[in-house]
């Protein structure tokens, strides 16, 4: 039975199945997108962070550093409270929809990657500091500088988030609702076909998802290579 349905999984793939791409389709679009807005505010936020000393500054680094692992369901039931008719933010109908899950995603993957590019920033400041200083280069105007300098290692922060975003399934679960053809991505799909025993959709994603995981380790190792040898 096994076998079979590893067959039929890959009868899918091949076929390029409509459902299957549809669901890979929508898994990508979102996790793609909450990784986009993410970065877009958490590598200046590492910057400024790192760059910085001010009141509360601590308390930022140790709410980064904790909500790096932060549950998936606790993030899930933020936005959902969030969104909810009774919430903030209710009136915008925007609960069991891709925006709910993409801001879902970014509520996840912001503090990974603000947390990381601080280190990263913080760790070229004090060694360029002192010689962008006696430019007379002042701090905010070297931040497009040091984030230019360390494209390398934070591209690998953003395929960290990424990785941690393609990967979720609670948070989006719970303010997506998994709902056919609108919010069923990879990781639901794979959850919600195994308990109904149709296997070779469930395998068929489950073999995508982690093709999709492998290439972008892949990816990461290799940036990270070239950047070991450009400093060598």
Not at 35 to 58: D, E, I, M, N
Request: hydrophobic content about 60%; aromatic content about 6%.
């Amino acid at each position: 039975m096994q076998e079979n349905a590893f067959a039929a999984a890959f009868e899918l793939i091949i076929g390029m199945d409509p459902v299957l791409l549809g669901i890979v389709s929508l898994s990508l679009q979102v996790s793609l997108t909450a990784v986009l807005v993410a970065s877009v505010v958490a590598l200046p936020l590492g910057a400024v962070v790192a760059l910085w000393r001010f009141p509360g500054r601590g308390f930022i680094v140790v709410v980064l550093n904790a909500f790096m692992g932060l549950p998936p369901v606790v993030a899930g039931l933020m936005v959902y409270l969030m969104l909810s008719r009774a919430g903030p933010l209710g009136q915008f109908g925007l609960l069991f929809t891709p925006t709910a899950m993409v801001i879902a995603q970014v509520v996840l993957v912001l503090p990974i990657i603000a947390a990381l590019s601080r280190q990263v920033i913080e760790d070229l400041w004090q060694e360029y500091g002192e010689q962008l200083g006696s430019l007379g280069v002042s701090r905010a105007r070297a931040i497009p500088t040091l984030l230019w300098d360390a494209r390398f290692s934070l591209i690998t922060v953003v395929l960290a988030g990424f990785g941690r975003a393609s990967a979720e399934v609670g948070a989006v679960l719970i303010v997506g609702g998994n709902i056919d053809g609108v919010t069923r991505v990879m990781t639901t799909a794979i959850a919600l076909e195994t308990n109904r025993g149709n296997l070779a959709l469930a395998l068929g994603l489950g073999i995508i998802l982690l093709t999709l995981v492998a290439i972008v380790n892949g990816v990461a190792f290799l940036v990270s290579e070239v950047a070991k040898r450009r400093e060598a």
